[in-house]
T-cell receptor, first 113, second 115 residues
Framework: DQQVKQNSPSLSVQEGRISILNCDYT??????FLWYKKYPAEGPTFLIS?????DKNEDGRFTVFLNKSAKHLSLHIVPSQPGDSAVYFC????????????FGGGTRLMVKP | NAGVTQTPKFQVLKTGQSMTLQCAQD?????MYWYRQDPGMGLRLIYY???????DKGEVPNGYNVSRLNKREFSLRLESAAPSQTSVYFC??????????????FGEGSRLTVL
């Protein structure tokens, strides 16, 4: 059973609007969460992360929100740009598991000009 | 600025054949990993090496072996390939060996098809 789930396989957004990508997890031991971005024929690259002691982390156009009680996190991209079109993976880890990240299935974001 | 380099990028095998995926990193990282990516499944950890001289199983280790040749290199071997091993394989490395999660640096991937 997948411990990290991204229930939307794809998302289409107009350029300039907000993109919201969602991620749910089931393991209450997870205490660190990351988002990776992947372009075709490339490896995933780190985008942004959040510790469980926070509920929000912001980096430029990217903001990650964490709702621990709901075991839910989301990535907001504002404003969305065509170059943001990629597959986004949510990942989580437990403090006593080193860098053993558990990944979600990914969401393909398409930003239309 | 190479980062993590994987070879080969593409490979087609017949069932039962063996092959080795090579990975090297030039960032002096302690930890290295092998993941596989399948549609809808995200990336699943096959094996990892927290530090030079150690290797451990991940989530899906069956059918694979690994060797941490030195600090830079971490290889993945398929002894007898099966169609279920058709996937895209990613090698990754990280500075932090354990305790607190950190950023992973990935290679470009190796697409393997087993007929």
């Amino acid at each position: 059973d997948q411990q990290v789930k991204q229930n939307s396989p794809s998302l289409s957004v107009q350029e300039g609007r907000i993109s919201i990508l969602n991620c749910d997890y089931t393991n209450s031991m997870f205490d660190y969460f990351l988002w990776y971005k992947k372009y075709p024929a490339e490896g995933p690259t780190f985008l942004i992360s959040i510790s469980s002691i926070k509920d929000k982390n912001e980096d430029g156009r990217f903001t990650v929100f964490l709702n621990k009680s709901a075991k839910h996190l989301s990535l907001h991209i504002v404003p969305s740009q065509p170059g943001d079109s990629a597959v986004y993976f949510c990942a989580a880890s437990a403090n006593n598991a080193g860098n053993m990240l558990t990944f979600g299935g990914g969401t393909r974001l398409m930003v239309k000009p | 600025n190479a980062g993590v380099t994987q070879t080969p990028k593409f490979q087609v095998l017949k069932t039962g054949q063996s092959m080795t995926l090579q990975c090297a990193q030039d960032m002096n990282h302690n930890s290295m990993y092998w993941y596989r990516q399948d549609p809808g499944m995200g990336l699943r950890l096959i094996y990892y090496s927290a530090s030079e001289g150690t290797t451990d199983k991940g989530e899906v280790p069956n059918g694979y072996n690994v060797s941490r040749l030195n600090k830079r290199e971490f290889s993945l071997r398929l002894e007898s390939a099966a169609p279920s091993q058709t996937s895209v394989y990613f090698c990754a490395s990280s500075e932090i060996a354990g305790g607190i999660a950190g950023e992973l640096f990935f290679g470009e991937g190796s697409r393997l098809t087993v007929l």
